[in-house]
Structures are given as C-alpha cells and as structure tokens.
C-alpha cells in the first residue's frame, strides 16, 4: 500500500477499541486494514496529498488525537540523517526493533532500516543486531553493553554514562529524533527566542497536520513548546516542556533538573517530580520516587537535603509520595497531570 501511493497511519493495536474508534474518527483515513489483511473502506475520509508517507498519531494526553503527516521526502532526510551521524554500514550493523511501531520512536526504526537496506530484527536475543532505540525505562532495565549505538529518546541519568549511549531530542513532528547529544543532525537548524523556547527548522519536519494546519511558520520554523540553552561547547540542552515548569514563591523549577539530582541519591530507583497547587507558594514542588528498597525508602528532608546541595533550596521538593511505578504514555513519557496525589 506504502508503495503504490497511500500514506500509512499505524494504530497501536494494544488500545482498547473505544480509543481505536476516537482515533480514526479524528484522523479520518480511507479505509482500515485488518489483521486478516482485509480492507475495510470508512466514510468522511480526509484525503491525503502526493507525496504524503505517514500519518503518525501524537500522544493524544490531552484532547482529541493529532495526525502528523510526514512526506517520503521527509521520512527519508530524516533516515539518512540519522544513518549518517550513527555510521551505519548495511553490510555489517542491523536494527532491533524494541519500541511501539504505532509512535515515532519506534517507527523511524522501521523506515531507517527500510530506506537504508540495514537487517531488522524484532528478536531481543538476536546476536547480529547492533543498534537499537529505547525509552529511558528500557535503558535502566536491559543489558545494553553489546550494541554498537543505543538511543535514548527523553530524560535519563546514569551515574556512569556508557560510551554507546546516544540521548535524542525530537518529536513525532520532527520525524523522531533531530539532534543527537545535543548536537543537530545535518540540514538541522536550532533557535532559541528571547522567552527560551526552542525552535527547530529541517527537512525532516512534519508538512502539517491531518486536519490541515500547520504549526510551522512561514519561514520553516517550529515552536517546540520545550524550553532550553545551549551549553558553552554549543550543545542543545533540554530543561523540559515549558508547560512542566513549577513556579514556586515567584521562582522558575524545572522538574528535569531536580530528578537529575534525585537518581543520584542512593535510595532512589527513579523519581518523577511536578507542580501541585499550594495557596501560599502558588505551586510546591513534589517528587514521586520509586526506592530502591521500598522497606526503607529515603525520606523527605534527607531527599531535600540532597537536592540542596546542588540546587537552589527551593527547588527541594516539599513533598514526597512513594510509588510502585508511574503512569506513562505508551511511548514512556511519564504523564505528570496523573501523578497520584497521596503520601
């Protein structure tokens, strides 16, 4: 179908079908294949345009799910590259596909190997696979030593970074990730205005939406909606969705930067930190930590302490609630609007 013109839209095939039915009815395709590979045509479809190649559903964690329409041209600038910056050799690497081909992420796995001619593999234990991607939980979790490239999309720490770990900043709308550790990638342009939100420019961006708009201006740039700085060497830095940010007492608290310091208490698995609302302050500061003994979890004034010594006092969180895990997106992302509010 991919080759005789249509645009692909792929449906995560773990939604419940109320939300298979909420999202075809927003992006409004042609017809639906099944799993039997039967096409079943749909009313009120929305055409798509020559040269349109995918059109990828965003999160959809708030109100009706986006369709992204990426172009073969697209796709393809975004596949070589990515293939330029990681090396990659068809006759000697091969990609593991570990992430939901229903988001970009784990798409871009797809087409880098397609447009590339590199073997793909879907078997973890495959022994010839060489590059991977994966969210920040997959990096914490898996034996990552015997890959060549890994990518890391999101916020992730280690205490001793490993040499094969490449951290990628993107989005559905960039095609997947468009600056590797910081760095853009070729026919990558990088902008931040004067209230810090990052803008970014390429071939690989999106043409617009499903519904037709287009959030790119008339230049070619994108507002991101992420806030950042560029580091003394010139390397992108990500402090978060500009949405996330906790104004505590008049003060500016980016929840990246205070779980960066929290992962590297000993007592802490993982952390997810967000703004409550607080009659005094406007916003406190939370943090919701998975322990590495859940017996004997840290507690809040040592886990301020910590943070206190690296960051400013009132970036410490003010409350601590202990979890099991955190509620994400199918994709990773750790959805800080249900964080559960309880000690």
Same mark, same amino acid.
């Given at each position: 179908? #991919? ?5 692909? +839209? ?6 419940? %079908? ?8 927003? +992006? ?6 099944? %799993? ?5 045509? $749909?009313?009120?479809? #929305? ?10 559903? !965003? ?21 070589? /590259? ?11 690497? /091969? #990609? +593991? ?13 797809? !087409? ?28 914490? $979790? ?24 490449? $951290?990628? *900043? ?21 902008? &931040?205005?004067? /209230?810090? =939100? ?10 617009? *939406? ?35 940010? &906790? ?9 990246? /930067? ?52 690296? +960051? ?9 609630? &202990? ?13 800080? =609007? ?6």
């Amino acid at each position: 179908m #991919w080759d005789d013109g249509d645009a692909a +839209l792929p449906v995560d095939s773990r939604l419940p %079908a109320p939300a298979v039915d909420e999202l075809l009815d927003a +992006l409004r395709p042609a017809f639906v294949v099944e %799993a039997t590979g039967a096409r079943c045509a $749909r009313r009120g479809a #929305w055409p798509s345009e020559d040269g349109d190649a995918l059109v990828v559903p !965003t999160s959809g964690t708030t109100g009706a799910p986006k369709g992204v329409v990426l172009t073969h041209d697209a796709v393809r600038a975004s596949a070589d /590259a990515s293939n330029r910056r990681l090396d990659v050799e068809a006759s000697h690497d /091969a #990609w +593991l596909s570990l992430l939901p081909v229903a988001h970009i992420g784990g798409l871009s796995v797809i !087409t880098r190997s397609m447009l590339s001619a590199t073997r793909l593999s879907f078997v973890i234990d495959d022994p010839g696979v060489s590059l991977v991607s994966v969210v920040p939980t997959q990096a914490n $979790r898996l034996d990552l030593s015997r890959f060549r490239v890994v990518l890391v999309g999101g916020s992730s720490d280690w205490r001793q970074r490993p040499a094969n770990i490449v $951290r990628t *900043y993107g989005m559905t709308e960039t095609g997947s990730g468009i600056a590797y550790d910081g760095r853009p990638l070729d026919g990558v342009e990088i902008r &931040i205005d004067g /209230a810090g =939100e990052i803008h970014v420019r390429g071939p690989m961006l999106l043409r617009g *939406y499903r519904d037709g708009s287009d959030p790119k201006d008339g230049e070619g740039w994108l507002a991101t909606g992420d806030a950042g700085t560029f580091a003394g060497d010139g390397r992108l830095q990500v402090d978060g969705r500009i949405g996330d940010v &906790i104004v505590t007492g008049g003060e500016k608290v980016w929840p990246a /930067a205070v779980e960066k310091v929290m992962r590297t208490h000993e007592g802490v698995d993982d952390v997810a930190v967000a703004g409550r609302p607080d009659a005094e302050w406007g916003q406190r500061v939370s943090a919701w930590i998975i322990p590495v003994d859940p017996t004997n979890p840290p507690g809040r004034d040592v886990l301020r302490e910590h943070v206190k010594m690296t +960051l400013p006092a009132y970036a410490a969180p003010q409350e601590v609630h &202990i979890v099991e895990q955190f509620p994400r997106t199918a994709s990773g992302k750790v959805r800080r =609007e249900l964080l559960p509010d309880r000690r």
